[in-house]
Nanobody
Framework: QVQLVESGGGLVQPGGSLRLSCAAS????????MAWFRQAPGIQRDLVAL???????KYADSVKGRFTISRDNAKNTVYLQMNSLKPDDTAVYLC?????????WGQGTQVTVSS
């Protein structure tokens, strides 16, 4: 069982930056996939960024060039650096871990982009 706790959300102006963190309660070194999803009210939960155990990354088209996912296995933490934020990025951001049949979700952290 792995617990995931997100932090780093908040209110930011358009064009600003935030860095989200996802701290795991156990080692993530052997977890195949670590990812960030987001969900806005009335909208389905969408994949934002994914990082595999081999360091391969994948991004939603809407965030390419602006967001960067990284994982620090020594700290059991995954990060999402978000730059050039837009109002459309407003959502609850959730951390996700998947290893074979086992999947885990965090509770989420709110990101609001508004002037």
């Amino acid at each position: 069982q792995v617990q995931l706790v997100e932090s780093g959300g908040g209110l930011v102006q358009p064009g600003g930056s935030l860095r989200l963190s996802c701290a795991a309660s156990a080692s993530i070194a052997s977890i195949a996939h670590m990812a960030w999803f987001r969900q806005a009210p009335g909208i389905q939960r969408d994949l934002v960024a994914l990082c595999t155990i081999d360091g391969i990354t994948k991004y939603a088209d809407s965030v390419k060039g602006r967001f960067t996912i990284s994982r620090d296995n020594a700290k059991n933490t995954v990060y999402l650096q978000m730059n050039s934020l837009k109002p459309d990025d407003t959502a609850v951001y959730l951390c996700y871990a998947a290893n074979g049949r086992d999947t885990y979700w965090g509770q989420g952290t709110q990101v609001t982009v508004s002037s």
